[in-house]
């Protein structure tokens, strides 16, 4: 009888069938009012009795798994009246393609760059709120009080109170980890910013910037310059030179705008480049002395030197997009192209 019943367990473990009349049909065949489970347990009531015990828990597992396979299967049943066998074809190649897989967002791809480079050359990352108040964005940064910046024109500003105020630049976060850490400080500040900007090919009222800082005893502007040409040549080529222009920044004193190389035509002038050989990435300089002391650093004690890019002009060097609304018009055929770039 023991026999009998493991061949049961071994047939009720191996049927399977989405047909809803075959999964009756086999209900019936084992547990039907003559089904071949329902017998056995007929013939359970003429077993020597101690033999009862091991016998009906073995029965009694057969009727649990035939109820329980068939509970299963009527449950997905109808989906399909073919015969699948219970453990499918192991050897079938996966469906693969149809599911598709996305692809990072290229700001993304350019902000873990850009990253990777700073994080390499030891600094950390630091975040702050894109929702800011004027001495984050503003006054700590030495900008006087009638500065054009401030203008209605540029900066959003909220609920009419000119102290709550979307970030205009990652520089506030540079304020922010002044005023809670002690130098020697180096951090490099990704984040969204925001500008009141009529949206075009070439502006938009929300971009992306990675800010950088970096400030201990004897920090010079010639280590500002091998920084940044080291970064260039990381992020556009070992070939990649840079050349940096006098500028002018509240924030830093003395200033500059530091060009590279146009990768392109390797510095012989072609349209992207204007014809000049040069493209401009960003701006930096030495941390003006009155921003330090705005920020609790002492001025006689420590320098500086910070710098600022936009990250989408970077991107739009790098994968030669030519129309900034791209990145925010979420349209998967543009997105799709940046699959392989992970
Ligand atoms: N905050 C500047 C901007 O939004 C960029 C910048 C320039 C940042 C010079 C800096 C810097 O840290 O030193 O245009």
């Known amino acids: ?28 065949r084992m547990l039907g009012r003559k089904g071949r489970v329902t017998e056995l347990m007929e013939e359970f009531k003429t077993v020597a009795p101690e033999m009862k015990r091991t016998l009906g828990q073995k029965l009694n597992e057969l009727k649990t798994k035939a109820q329980q396979r068939i509970n299963d299967l009527k449950a997905t049943a ?8 219970a453990a499918g074809d192991m050897t ?7 599911e598709p897989t996305g ?4 700001i993304s791809l350019v902000r873990n760059e850009i990253v990777g480079i700073f994080d390499r050359m030891g600094y950390t990352v630091a975040e702050g709120p894109e929702i800011e108040d004027d001495r984050h964005v503003f006054t700590a940064l030495n900008f006087a009080p009638e500065h054009p910046a401030r203008d209605m024109q540029d900066t959003f500003f909220i609920e009419k109170n000119p102290d709550v105020l979307l970030r205009t630049h990652t520089s506030s976060i540079q304020v922010r ?9 180096r951090v490099i500040c990704p984040g969204r910013v925001f500008r009141n900007e009529a949206i075009s090919y070439r502006a938009h009222c929300i971009f992306h910037q990675v800010e950088g800082l970096y400030i201990d005893e004897g920090v010079s502007f010639a ?25 002018y920044f509240p924030f830093t004193e003395p200033s500059a705008e530091m060009d590279v190389s146009c990768a392109l035509c390797g510095g012989k002038g072609c349209p992207v480049c204007k014809g000049t050989g040069w493209l401009e990435i960003m701006g930096c300089g030495m941390v003006d002395p009155n921003v330090l002391e705005a920020c609790g650093i002492d001025n006689k004690k420590y320098t500086g030197f910070a710098f600022g890019m936009g990250i989408e002009r970077i ?4 994968y030669g997009v030519g129309d900034l609304r791209l990145y925010f018009e979420n349209d998967v055929r543009f997105l799709h192209q940046f699959a392989a770039a992970l």
Do not use: W
């Open 177 to 185: 980890v002044m005023e809670t850490q002690e130098p020697p400080i």
């Open 223 to 247: 280590d500002l310059k091998q920084t940044l040409l080291h970064f260039a040549r990381e992020m556009f080529g070992a070939e990649t030179k840079i050349r940096l222009r006098p500028s």
């Open 1 to 28: 009888m023991t026999e009998r019943i493991n061949e049961l367990i071994a047939e009720v473990e191996a049927f399977s069938s989405r047909a809803a009349g075959e999964i009756e049909d086999f209900r019936i």
């Open 92 to 98: 079938r190649p996966g469906k693969g393609a149809a």
């Open 103 to 106: 692809s990072r967002h290229p």
């Open 78 to 85: 109808g989906t399909s009246t073919a015969k699948i066998p």
């Open 315 to 318: 991107a739009m060097l790098k």
